[in-house]
């Protein structure tokens, strides 16, 4: 039997933060404490903001080209929309195409009816 060495620390949080970290530990096939310990580790890895003092955090934020951050954005969102539009259309030719397949297929049972009665 392995004796357990590692510090432990009660923890409370509201449940609806449960029920996210249970989720996502469940989608990362992990158990709930280690998705805890995997994301803590995650913000004080290097190079993360989180990790930082808050002063060298908002001087990396500084550093972005804010111009070409937005232009990116801009473009982003741009190809979103077109992107949006284009499926929107799609989707409106499918439903007239089985509109207009189902009318057809109504108006040939109507002619077999027709056919039959005479």
Known sequence: MTIQTDPQYKLRMPPELHE????AAKDNHRSMNAEIVARLQSTLEEGSLYGQPIGLASDTLAALD???LLETVGGTMKTLQGASEALYMAIRHAQRAERAKDQAADQQGRAGENA???
Request: proline share 0%; aromatic share 0%; charged share 60%.
């Open 20 to 23: 996210k970290l249970k989720a």
């Open 116 to 118: 039959d009665d005479s």
């Open 66 to 68: 804010l111009d070409e």
